[in-house]
């Protein structure tokens, strides 16, 4: 179970695109007047009803990119704010590993691979089997670290490549829009390889003070859901 952040953002880049919240909650059972409650929590099944209706409605196959461009720091609330004052970009990546499942709802695990300084990846697999939505849930997630990571170091991300477990979708076109290197589908596991900046590179939004207090709000938070 876990916190619903990600399935509010998604039914206000749907409000965007003209479609009404009972139409992308249709058949998951949740009333969208519950996810105003802080206690409230839904499951891989409702999360994977709400992915197959926005993709049904709106005919793209490809719309996780989509979502993944539309998502700032702060949609991910606590998480966000955790991060963006965290000292370092491995640490910033380390809270995303700690609390993005259960308190965003994210269902993509990351773990970080650092051969050097100027040569390391993350590390992509499901933390639950997806199926279907397995695609948009990485190409979500993947916009997302390459768009924001950039925000939160302050200078832009070098990816040297990118490599993805499955075959190419039919709209593999719109992956050079949002990604500057090479592309492998295929490949044995999904991994996004950068160059630069490097992992203990000082964020420009470190605040060990509000960091602190962040962290500890996070754990509560996760207490509260039964997670730990």
Not at 100 to 123: F, H, N, Y
Not at 160 to 175: C, D, V
Request: aromatic share 10%.
């Amino acid at each position: 179970m876990f916190r619903p952040v990600k399935i509010r953002q998604h039914l206000a880049l749907m409000k965007t695109k003209g479609y009404a919240a009972a139409d992308v909650l249709a058949g998951s059972g949740i009333d969208e007047n519950a996810l105003g409650d802080p206690a409230f929590l839904i499951d891989i099944g409702q999360y994977k009803t709400i992915i197959s209706n926005m993709i049904t409605l709106t005919g793209d196959q490809g719309i996780g990119l989509e979502v993944g461009a539309q998502t700032e720091l702060v949609d991910f609330g606590l998480v966000g704010y955790v991060m963006m004052s965290a000292h370092s970009a491995r640490e910033a990546v380390q809270y995303w590993i700690n609390y993005s499942s259960t308190l965003v709802g994210m269902l993509i695990e990351i773990r970080i691979e650092e051969k050097a300084a100027d040569d390391w990846s993350l590390l992509i697999s499901e933390s639950v089997p997806l199926g279907f939505i397995y695609n948009f849930c990485v190409e979500e997630l993947l916009v997302i670290i390459y768009r924001l990571g950039g925000e939160l170091t302050g200078s832009t991300l070098k990816m040297t490549n990118l490599e993805l477990s499955y075959p190419a979708p039919a709209h593999h076109a719109l992956y050079s829009q949002y990604f500057d290197g090479p592309i492998r589908f295929n490949a044995r596991n999904t991994r996004i390889n950068f160059s630069s900046p490097r992992l203990g590179q000082p964020l420009r939004g470190n605040d060990k003070e509000f960091n602190e207090m962040c962290a500890r709000q996070c754990e509560l938070l996760v207490r509260q859901t039964g997670q730990k």
